[in-house]
């Protein structure tokens, strides 16, 4: 498809790398069917190529609709368009380009404005956010139920082994994560530790996928480099990987080369920091034969598209749990958006409210044990519900969180 580029959009250079994307499309809808917004709205600018087209015109017109903004909104960025596209399409990155010229063009209504930018400040500062999470744990009755999941009761992170050996892994402390479940990496801690393996907490505050999700971004880059700066002397000193119990921010921080490559200052150790991220299930796939018994013997695993689609490890932690002895069951729509992409869970209640119910009814109608996952937006967009419990899946093989 040519696209050619409105003078402000070719003088900044965003048109001719919007217009480079764009010509992979050949309009032929394989992603239609794979494009959960399309699948709950059924309408054509609700989808992949919908999309597609809205930000052609973005691009050629040099000025922002009210539509183009709208459906955009609506997208998930859970890139299951990508992994059907046969044409190859790299949708997330035009979507980005997309994201940042609407912020950049005005006229969002200064409602959604004050929306994002206060979902933008209280979810990426970690002191601001966990002051936060004291308040609505407090309040926690009186909230209505999406606001509940956001404040699941406190649990206890338990012990992080004392640093003991010298291969060394570091963990992001990120934003949200810390705050809601700090067992998480304390659990990926106590896992490593058997293993022979480090792991050191970096304070690096959040990684920027937030700011990039919602088009600001410039306040994202500055994370990014944040994230880069604090990760950088343990780098130097010889840790040998960055561990992301968040797929979601994983998906990100795997993008860093890409994302700062115009910055001379920062585009080398941006593409090593990018090279060096790991999700837990490519360090542990080798490993299943050391890790503790599981804790659960049958569960659903929900693949977050930040697994599957963001970071192309589909089918990984579903292998290595089958290979620890654990029975998954079978899911009719495996590869379908729990609808807590980007930050919809907050700013698209109904789509995410709609996906949610149909995930949890796929995850849970063969009775399992519990539900796993490997996202903290996922794993708080979906517990709640009653049916099963939901745990990131390194609580399996931790036999701390065994004693909860
Ligand atoms: S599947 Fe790919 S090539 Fe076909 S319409 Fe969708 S994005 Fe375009
Ligand atoms: S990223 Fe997800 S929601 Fe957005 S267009 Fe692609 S499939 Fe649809």
Not at 97 to 121: D, M, T
Not at 255 to 266: I, M, S, T, V
Not at 348 to 357: D, G, H, V
Request: aromatic share 4%.
């Amino acid at each position: 498809m040519h696209t050619q580029p409105a003078p402000n959009f070719e003088q900044d250079g965003t048109g001719r790398a919007a217009a480079d994307l764009i010509r992979a499309c050949v309009h032929c809808g394989f992603c239609t069917a794979a494009c959960p917004t399309y699948r709950i709205l059924g309408d054509e600018r609700d989808s992949p190529r919908g999309r597609i087209y809205l930000l052609k015109d973005l691009f050629e017109e040099g000025a922002v609709t009210a539509a183009t903004r709208r459906h955009l909104d609506r997208c998930l960025s859970c890139r299951a368009c990508e992994t059907a596209c046969p044409s190859g399409v790299q949708y997330g990155r035009l979507a980005d380009l997309g994201r940042a010229a609407i912020e950049a063009g005005g006229g969002r209504p200064w409602g959604q404005r004050v929306a994002r930018a206060a979902l933008r400040n209280a979810l990426s500062r970690p002191r601001l956010f966990a002051m936060l999470l004291t308040l609505g744990r407090a309040a926690r009755p009186l909230l209505p139920d999406r606001w509940k999941r956001l404040v699941p009761p406190a649990r206890a992170a338990g012990p992080w082994p004392a640093p003991r050996h010298d291969r060394v892994m570091l963990a992001p402390t990120g934003c949200v994560q810390p705050a809601v479940l700090p067992a998480i990496d304390a659990a990926a801690a106590r896992i490593l530790d058997t293993l022979g393996i480090t792991l050191v907490a970096v304070d690096t505050g959040c990684c920027g996928a937030l700011g990039h999700h919602l088009g600001a971004t410039d306040e994202a880059r500055d994370r990014m480099r944040r994230t880069i700066d604090s990760c950088w002397p343990h780098i130097e000193r010889g840790a040998e990987a960055i561990l992301v119990t968040a797929s979601g921010c994983g998906a990100v921080i795997k993008e860093y080369g890409h994302l700062l490559a115009d910055d001379p200052q920062y585009a080398a150790r941006a593409a090593r920091v990018a090279e060096l991220a790991r999700d837990p299930v490519e360090v542990l796939e080798t490993a299943v034969a050391h890790l503790a018994p599981p804790r659960w013997r049958r569960v659903a695993f929900q693949a977050p598209c930040s697994l599957q689609h963001g970071q192309k490890l589909a089918g990984r932690v579903e292998a290595l749990l089958a290979a620890a002895g654990v029975e998954l069951t079978a899911l009719d729509e495996p590869d379908l958006c729990c609808g807590a992409g980007g930050a919809n869970a907050l700013l698209q209640p109904a789509i995410a409210a709609a996906l949610a119910e149909r995930k949890i009814a796929d995850l849970t109608r063969d009775g399992p044990e519990a539900i796993l996952t490997a996202n903290i937006g996922c794993l708080l967009h979906l517990s709640g519900h009653g049916r099963a419990p939901v745990h990131h899946w390194l609580a399996t093989f931790d036999p701390f969180s065994e004693k909860e």
